[in-house]
């Protein structure tokens, strides 16, 4: 299985980017409960036909949809030995956990955040995000609402972040039970940078209007266009208003191991809370995403619980409090530390940099290309490392909608949708570290090829359909 995994990952390039599933191995996956025992290697074989092919295809280097990590052989090794462990990492006195401290102190020094900051894996920075809104929000009410709950507080709590921002923000304040409303949502510049002027102006507005202004959540790498707010910037204004300042940089913040980026993170060691992933430009396998509260107290305050059977000890099994249950939701938890202690080891962090500088530089070479031909048009322009552009034609919306899942079903390149100022925009988001300019040219080749072909039969169709 090691060696096929291996050969399957070296070899990647040799398979379809994605292919859709047919009817009946989708049918298998809907068998009896195993009442019996099946040999490993007869289930395994079933993995080999029905799993295997049929994955996301972000191992590939045409893999451009969304924003996906590509993962990284040393991942995969560390994962095997993380489950032949079987660490659970929710508490108690054990190495795996002081590999997950190791990675909080690496990543206080690499974000510039004090030696009082508390970090904890999660799933990604949807529960990243969803943890930061519940500190501040404890922070800003008094602890004690986490007895009395939201009800008996007075305080109408308001928040803001830009249109750009993540919807996992929104669901992170929905389940915090501040509601989605409370998430304002500022208006964006030409860059889709949150526009600070606006920003302040709603602050002053719901202070009028009596509500309290609490938390500003600024982006590093937007997801539609890699937009980077003005940290900084934000950073003074949370300072002025006494705002709690967060950073989502699901994919952009692991930009500062890149000299290229790394400036134009400025502020984001003034958050009072930092949600990223390992498994987006870190390249570690799925899942990895990490939270760092600079006041780990507060955080702590949030979340720990007493309960008999948790009890501590300054010896034995039940040493080393706090743990990690003492700052999130979960109790039990895996070795997601592993893989990423092995992949920042093993690679280094100046190779990581230098891969996630790479798919900017390819990014603007796609932006270079999509200019040059006047067949394509671009949509945004490119900041980090995302592409969106589209095929110029009549009804371009429903074209270019058309070509992207025509190219994911070809297996040739799988670039996503998004729409930019309401436009159907072929997204081609570069996370791979695997990622060529040739897979760039196969993604750019094949739209082309498709949009001559599809444009004219759309225009066809809709001629035909007028007339009738
Ligand atoms: C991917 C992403 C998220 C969500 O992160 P998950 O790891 O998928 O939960 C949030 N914000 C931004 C900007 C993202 O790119």
């Known amino acids: 299985m090691l060696d096929d995994i291996l050969d399957y990952v070296e070899h990647i390039r040799e398979q379809p980017v994605w292919q859709p599933m047919p009817q009946d191995v989708r049918a298998r996956f809907r068998g009896e409960l195993p009442d019996a025992p099946s040999e490993l290697s007869a289930v395994y074989r079933e993995f080999l036909r029905d799993v295997l092919p049929y994955s996301n295809g972000n191992v590939h280097p045409g893999f451009l949809g969304w924003v996906h990590g590509g993962g990284n052989p040393v991942g995969i090794l560390a994962e095997m030995l993380a489950a032949g462990l079987n660490a659970n990492l929710g508490g108690r006195d054990h190495a795996p956990i002081e590999v997950e401290r190791q990675i909080v102190h690496w990543m206080r020094e690499l974000f510039g955040f004090p030696t009082t900051a508390s970090g904890l894996f999660v799933t990604g920075t949807s ?44 669901k992170a304040f929905d389940c915090a039970g501040l509601g989605s409303d409370a998430l304002r949502l500022v208006q964006v510049n030409a860059r889709q940078q949150m526009n600070l002027a606006a920003l302040k102006r709603m602050i002053e507005s719901d202070r009028r209007g009596g509500f309290t202004p609490f938390f500003v959540a600024g982006t590093a790498g937007t997801v539609d266009v890699g937009a980077i707010d003005d940290l900084d910037g934000l950073a003074a204004i949370a300072q002025d208003e006494r705002l709690w300042m967060h950073v989502d940089g699901a994919c952009g913040a692991l930009g500062i191991l890149a000299p290229e980026i790394a400036p134009r993170l400025a502020g984001i060691e003034a958050a009072d809370s930092l949600a990223f992933d390992f498994h987006k430009w870190g390249q570690v396998p799925y899942d990895a995403g990490f939270v760092l509260v600079r006041d780990g107290e507060l955080h702590r305050k949030t979340f720990a619980s007493p309960a008999a059977y948790l009890d501590r000890e300054t010896r034995g099994l039940a040493a080393g409090s706090s743990w990690p249950c003492d700052f999130g939701p979960d109790l039990s938890r895996g070795f997601r530390a592993l893989k990423t202690w092995f992949t920042l080891k093993v690679h280094g962090l100046h190779a990581l940099g230098e891969s996630i500088a790479r798919t900017c530089e390819l990014a603007r070479y796609l932006e270079k290309r999509v ?68 897979d760039i040219d196969a993604l750019l080749d094949a739209t082309l090829a498709l949009g001559r072909e599809i444009a004219p039969a759309e225009q066809e169709l809709e001629e035909t359909v007028f007339h009738e």
Not at 129 to 156: H, P, Q
Not at 373 to 400: G, S
């Open 127 to 170: 529960m990243a995000n969803l943890i930061s809104v519940l500190v501040a929000r404890d922070a800003a009410l008094g602890f004690e609402t986490r007895r009395t709950g939201l009800s008996a507080g007075k305080k109408l709590l308001t928040g803001y972040t830009s249109v750009a921002a993540h919807g996992s923000l929104r």
């Open 371 to 438: 200019t040059e031909c006047a067949e394509l048009e671009l949509l945004a322009p490119v900041q980090l490392n995302i592409v969106c552009f589209r095929f110029r034609c009549p009804d371009a919306d429903r074209t270019n909608a058309r070509i992207i899942v025509e190219l994911q079903e070809s297996g040739i390149a799988a670039p996503s949708t998004t729409r930019i100022n309401g436009e159907v925009a072929i997204r081609a988001a570069i996370t791979n570290h695997r990622t060529r300019r040739t």
